[in-house]
Antibody
Framework: EVELVESGGGLVQPGGSLRLSCAAS????????MSWVRQAPGKGLEWVSH????????NYAGAVKGRFTISRDNSKSTLYLQMNSLRADDTAVYYC??????????????WGQGNLVTVSS | QSMLTQPPSVSGAPGQRVTISCSGG?????????VHWYQQVVGTAPKLLIY???WRPSGVPDRFSGSKSGTSASLAITGLQAEDEADYYC???????????FGGGTKLTVL
């Protein structure tokens, strides 16, 4: 059974940094593309970033490009999201998701439970 | 503003059929990118409900079905049940943004 467990969230001041982790199990992590998706309080879902199974290809949403970095450690089956220069509008629950890559648009096959990041002074 | 447009809310009585629309454009749904649907019950993580326009993952009841035509897609739910009350999101890829996009979400209320 696929399991994704996020950690590392919390309260951070504007301009600060935070690193989220997502521990994966139950599937072949090293060949699986992964993404981060966020949801601001009371709002809809927003794709944040994507990384290929090898880690060689990454993509970012415009709102986070240049501030966030996605990475992975396949030896630890763990996905990361390094978030720098955080702003109030980055406040959200951050989900890691296993990506399904068949078809003409990637999809999110499995989701973690989510981890709240609050950016506030 | 989302590249994919959904109605904010829909409602129906138990046993009825409801549909949720997802309207896109020439850079996403109209460009023949697949549409996927997710169900999010309050306080929980989203769950994949329909993928590749019309396919159901294992375990999803056949009361849920998806379709796509032109620049729009739809999710239909038949035999509405109380447990179907949730937020529903469509998702695709947008070539102008070079990224994955979600609709704004639709809240389904079972009366």
């Amino acid at each position: 059974e696929v399991e994704l467990v996020e950690s590392g969230g919390g309260l951070v001041q504007p301009g600060g940094s935070l690193r989220l982790s997502c521990a994966a199990s139950g599937f072949m992590f090293s060949i699986s593309a992964m993404s981060w998706v966020r949801q601001a309080p009371g709002k809809g879902l927003e794709w944040v970033s994507h990384i290929s199974g090898s880690g060689g290809t990454t993509n970012y949403a415009g709102a986070v490009k240049g501030r966030f970095t996605i990475s992975r450690d396949n030896s630890k089956s763990t996905l990361y999201l390094q978030m720098n220069s955080l702003r109030a509008d980055d406040t959200a629950v951050y989900y890691c998701a296993k990506v399904g890559t068949t078809g003409t648009a990637f999809r999110f096959d499995n989701w973690g439970q989510g981890n709240l990041v609050t950016v506030s002074s | 503003q989302s590249m994919l447009t959904q109605p904010p809310s829909v409602s129906g009585a138990p046993g009825q059929r409801v549909t949720i629309s997802c309207s896109g454009g020439s850079s996403n749904i109209g460009a023949d990118y697949h549409v996927h649907w997710y169900q999010q019950v309050v306080g929980t993580a989203p769950k994949l409900l329909i993928y590749g326009n019309r396919w159901r993952p294992s375990g999803v009841p056949d009361r849920f079905s998806g379709s796509k035509s032109g620049t729009s897609a739809s999710l239909a739910i038949t035999g509405l049940q109380a447990e179907d009350e949730a937020d529903y999101y469509c998702q695709s890829y947008d070539s102008s943004l070079s990224g994955l996009v979600f609709g704004g979400g639709t809240k389904l209320t079972v009366l």
